[in-house]
Every structure is written in structure tokens, then in C-alpha cells.
């Protein structure tokens, strides 16, 4: 298992480690309801160093991101950023990523998922005609993500940079905690507010920061947080996980996710996904709270009322902040209308659940 430079931290702190992406990765710390709450109501600290940074450069740099994504990054200037997603000829989601523009029209940084980072970059690589420069700087860029209503307020004092007043998806670049070229990035997968800090791996960075956040931090409440309350805050908010939700076999118009699919300029999927905008869509990624006592789980069947198989679940938990199982599934779009009763077959038993708007959590 690969290691981030945050391991022997994770440890020290008696964190319980599992494997997540070919990575030792910390789980839980505290209990996965306490530091769930630790980040809606305050702040928490994430390790989120397995995930995949290449750097694009040159005068094709543009080109090449407008072909392989599905958002329109030409609407990006110096220090914003944006969620979009790579797909394949047929539609499906080769992954979701943040495009960060560092110089305009010359120089970005993709965010891709940890475990497709081989694929995504064989997948730009085989796409770039004309050249342009990249870079997979991966294994030596350090990211945490510091979430949580108090997040900038605990991280001003460790920096010059205007973090309090970052606008959503947009960057600063600066010293941070004495340690330079750092980016503070108010974006987040929590909905909770905060940031997340990219910096290089070397010297004593990633201790010198870590270290530094957990100082002024800890007496104001941040606590470290693990993988398990990072999804159970992202399903909350109606977010994507790659791999349940959205994958090579879905499209973003099936995912809830045509506000990133703009036909402004020609990409990979856009003849096929404005097929499939003017046909009409035949599933459609749905969020629903159980009615009934359980709680749903990853490839669960959903049902209708007379038992017939209409999709299948593709996250679910009990979400600590609304006191109330819930969970993400595609189902046929003629079942998929708010309010609509289904039925999760939960040990061969079918139970009551309900379509609802997302986000399911709402941040006061």
C-alpha cells in the first residue's frame, strides 16, 4: 500500500487505517457521526493527498481540456476554478475532476480522482493531438482540506493570503504556515465551507503545515477527519462519489449533471449527449429518504409498489445530521418524479423510501 506524507500522523493519533486507492488511509479518528458533526458545526482537517494533480501547459493546453471535458473551461481567468468531467465516446464518465486555472490560456491543473489517475492521464495523453505540455505531479503534491463554518477563521492567522473573503471555486497563491507556493482553494466536498490547501511534497512541508493547522486549530475545536465521515458529509449534500454514482456507464445528463455539460464547443461525448438532451434520458440519478426502518446500500435493488425492478441504489447511509437514512440510486425516469414512493429491497424485504430534492442537508 502506498503511503501520503501524512501517514505516521494518522497513526499517531490512533486513527483506524484501511486501504482506499491502493493508499493507507485513515477511516474514522473519533467515530464517524462525532467527526461528521465536528465539521458541520466547526471545522475538520482531511487528508485528501491520494488524489491525482497534472499540471497542462503551452498554447494547446486549452484545447486539449475543452476537447476531454464536458465543462466549458475557456469561461475560466487566473485563480478560479471549476467541477467538470471527462468522458468517453459513448457518454459515460470517465471520471470527475476540477480544472484550476493557474495563467490563462496557458497553464491549468486538473484534480482528478485518486483511483483513476493511470486512466484519466492514458486518456488526455491519447486525446493530445497537438502536443500540449503535461505533467502528472501526483506523487509529490500534498492536499488536505480544511472544511467546516470556522475552517478560514482558524486558517487566517497562518497566512497573508485573503482567505476569509475566497469566493466559491475560486484560489489564492501564496505562503502559508512559512511554507511557500502553496494554493488555498475555497472548494470542498462537504458543503460545509472551508478549503483545500495544495502544496509540493518536500523538506519538512507536509509537517510544518499539518502541524501548524493542528495547533491553531485543536484549542478551537478542528479535529482530524477520516474517509468515513468524508462520505457520509458528501451524501448529505447530494454529491457524486466516482465508482457508485457516476462511472463509465452513465452519462451527466442521467447524473444530474447537465449544468457542467455545456454544447457551447464540440468534446469528446457532446454529438451523443445532445442526442440523448433531445430524446430524453431513460434513468435518472435520484436522492430518497427511507419512510421505513433501514438503511440502504451500495447495489440495492429499488422497486415500485407492485414489486417490479425500476433501478438500483448507489450510495446510502444514515446521515448523522438529519437523524434519517438516505440514499442515491438511478431509476427509470418515469418513476423518478420528487415525492414518488419506492420500495429498497433490504434482505429480501421491500421498504418504503421517498424521492426527494437534494442536497438532503442544508448548511445553516
Request: glycine fraction near 10%; include cysteine; charge should be negative.
Amino acid at each position: 500500500m502506498k503511503q501520503t506524507p501524512f501517514t505516521a500522523k494518522h497513526i499517531a493519533l490512533g486513527a483506524k487505517m484501511a486501504e482506499f486507492a491502493g493508499y493507507n488511509m485513515p477511516i474514522s479518528y473519533s467515530g464517524i457521526n462525532d467527526e461528521h458533526q465536528a465539521v458541520r458545526t466547526n471545522a475538520g482537517i482531511f487528508d485528501v493527498s491520494h488524489m491525482g494533480e497534472f499540471i497542462l501547459k503551452g498554447e494547446h493546453a486549452l484545447d486539449l481540456i475543452q476537447k476531454v471535458t464536458s465543462n466549458d473551461a475557456s469561461k475560466l481567468t487566473d485563480g478560479k476554478a471549476q467541477y467538470s468531467c471527462l468522458t468517453n465516446e459513448n457518454g459515460g464518465i470517465v471520471d470527475d475532476l476540477l480544472v484550476y486555472c493557474i495563467e490563462q490560456n496557458k497553464v491549468y491543473m486538473l484534480v482528478v480522482n485518486a483511483s483513476n489517475i493511470e486512466k484519466d492521464w492514458e486518456w488526455i495523453r491519447r486525446h493530445n493531438s497537438n502536443n500540449a505540455e503535461m505533467h502528472n505531479i501526483s506523487d509529490k503534491t500534498c492536499l488536505l482540506a480544511i472544511q467546516g463554518p470556522n475552517a478560514t477563521k482558524i486558517l487566517q492567522p497562518l497566512t497573508e493570503m485573503d482567505i476569509l473573503d475566497l469566493k466559491y471555486y475560486t484560489f489564492s497563491k501564496g505562503k502559508f504556515a512559512g511554507v511557500d507556493n502553496v494554493l488555498v482553494s475555497a472548494t470542498g466536498y462537504t458543503g460545509a465551507g472551508g478549503v483545500e490547501i495544495y502544496f509540493e511534497d518536500k523538506d519538512d512541508n507536509a509537517e510544518k503545515i499539518w502541524d501548524a493547522i493542528l495547533a491553531a486549530g485543536a484549542p478551537k475545536g478542528l479535529k482530524p477527519i477520516g474517509l468515513g465521515a468524508r462520505d457520509t458529509l458528501r451524501l448529505e449534500m447530494g454529491f457524486c462519489l466516482y465508482g457508485n454514482d457516476i462511472d463509465d456507464f452513465s452519462t451527466p445528463l442521467e447524473a444530474g449533471l447537465g449544468w457542467i455539460t455545456k454544447f457551447s464547443k464540440p468534446f469528446t461525448a457532446s454529438e451523443f449527449l445532445a442526442k440523448q438532451k433531445s430524446n430524453g434520458v431513460e434513468k435518472k440519478l435520484v436522492g430518497f429518504e427511507m419512510i421505513e426502518k433501514g438503511i440502504p446500500r451500495h447495489d440495492y435493488m429499488i422497486r415500485d409498489n407492485e414489486g417490479n425492478l425500476i433501478g438500483r441504489v448507489t450510495s446510502g447511509t444514515q446521515a448523522p445530521s438529519l437523524g434519517k437514512a438516505i440514499g442515491m440510486g438511478y431509476v427509470r425516469i418515469d418513476q423518478a418524479m420528487l415525492d414518488n414512493e419506492i420500495f429498497i429491497d433490504i434482505r429480501d424485504k421491500n421498504i418504503r423510501a421517498r424521492i426527494v430534492k437534494m442536497p438532503f442537508y442544508n448548511q445553516p
